[in-house]
DNA sequence: TAGATTGTTAATCGATTAACAATC
DNA sequence: TAGATTGTTAATCGATTAACAATC
């Protein structure tokens, strides 16, 4: 197959950078909470703030789906929503299946936003016999076997997998083989799939520990630097260092039991 | 408050990149696996296919926290399970709650990655009076009535908002108030929070319309480019332009009703 | 020593941002 | 016309990647 791909192919037709397509629903939300109060224009600065990005962003943002604002003036709302809909392949209709109802895919085919924008929950499917016909969400769930069949009868390409992490892979591919070309991952593994499958990732536990992260370094400094040498030589056998549990800040200030990392 | 920092302030101690940062889960989580089938030691190339990237970004990645590698050899899958642990914060015990104990707020306390690496749910705390006291996931649900309390009692730091949209925003008012600095939102809002306060967003339908972005250019791209002169010049009027619903490629080659977005 | 693999360099690419000319 | 606000430029910053010297 080659990982070849030189000079980024032509074949991007209109590019759109990755970095401005993840903002387009952000706008898209805001403008329709402003659609919904009637709100007929809207600056690049009210905008920008309703939807958490800096105005020259959200600019340059736009300037790559086109002149959609009038100078002086703002963005008529009602047409962005529209454009921003269009660029986003909201304006047709796409079924998705979701696969795994326990809890979370649950729900996930209980989540109203779903509906709401041009996605269609086709079908839930569960490998537990004991699950198939019971409803969830309005729907009857559907068992593994007719996956294959599911999806073609739907014309189905956006996957939800919700299962557990060890079934997610074999899932993965029984979606693939059946027409699947995008994917919507809550199990927390990585899924190998062809090119052309496009995968992302919801992963609650890898967002919990860039929190934490960011946490431990707040509670460092608030003793300030200099408490740490250089970082390399470290204990190679030591259990693990641990504080008090928490050792929480309310507010900013130190509070007493900082020490998170202590020098051997 | 003055948003001013002018040159990145030399706060950041050791800095670790972001994007290096939001990596080091994967790694770790590979890692786990080695250790747990007693691989003693592995390459920068075994580890980054198993975390599905590169293995030039994984020692660039690694560098920043240090030099735990030995040239020819390899990377010692236990000591750099410490090592990552104790610089994602994870040696140390996180005490979260999770607020709005619906259908996501279950799936979540259920989840059971979240004990697994550091993290503690405290308590789960639903506005339903009704919910009060009903065991989810073995813990009784407490009223909202007590977040103050339990938060100061507990010492928590990191919440979980997965409460409805109109609600997020007054429950993290409130966490942040009593001494929470990371929160974790599922609502599908824009958050605001004081400076100091991380947040963290996980948004099902922003990750679908953003899958949809790429489905429609694949279906676009199966007739390949020149279909639309300059995309400026479009309808302000127009219904949405729809397809057959789905137009699905099993597989990549074209076939037959593809044509996503017609000229007007 | 020969082979393997890290850690780092330097080039490149993509994203962000302030500033301002264009223009409503 | 004067005021407002877009769309774009250019500078800057951060992230990725190939390549290879260092070194086990």
Redesign the pocket.
């Known amino acids: 197959m080659a990982?070849g791909r030189t000079?980024?192919p032509a074949t991007r037709s209109r590019g759109i950078?990755?970095?401005?397509v993840a903002?387009l629903p952000l706008y898209l939300r805001a403008l329709t909470a402003l659609s919904e109060r009637s709100v007929p224009t809207?600056?690049?600065?009210?905008?920008a703030t309703a939807a958490g990005?800096?105005?020259?962003?959200l600019?340059?943002?736009?300037?790559?789906l086109?002149?959609?604002?009038?100078?002086?003036?703002?963005?008529d709302v009602e047409y962005l929503v529209y454009q921003i809909s269009r660029e986003l392949g909201l304006t047709q209709d796409w079924p998705v299946v979701i696969v795994g109802i326990g809890n979370l895919g649950a729900a996930l085919a209980n989540y109203g936003g779903f509906a709401s924008r041009g996605f269609r929950v086709a079908a839930l499917i569960d490998a537990d016999p004991a699950m198939a016909g019971k409803p969830v969400a309005g729907l009857p769930v559907r068992h593994t076997d007719e996956l294959e069949s599911i999806i073609t009868d739907n014309g189905v390409s956006i996957g939800v997998i919700a299962t557990p992490a060890g079934a997610a892979q074999q899932v993965c591919d029984r979606l693939v083989a059946a027409g699947v070309t995008s994917i919507l991952n809550f199990a927390p593994t990585v899924l190998s799939v062809p090119e052309g499958v496009d995968v992302r990732k919801v992963d609650l536990s890898i967002e919990l520990q860039i929190l934490a992260f960011h946490e431990q370094r707040k509670a460092g400094e608030e003793t300030t630097s200099a408490q740490e040498p250089a970082a390399a030589a470290q204990p190679r056998s030591g259990a693990a260092v641990r504080t008090p549990a928490g050792g929480r800040a309310a507010g900013k200030g130190p509070d007493g039991d900082v020490p998170a990392v202590m020098p051997a």
Chains 1, 2 share one sequence.
């Open positions: 990982t000079h980024r950078p990755e970095a401005t903002r809207v600056s690049s600065e009210e905008l990005v800096n105005s020259a962003k600019r340059k943002d736009f300037s790559y086109g002149s959609y604002g009038t100078r002086g003036v703002g963005y």
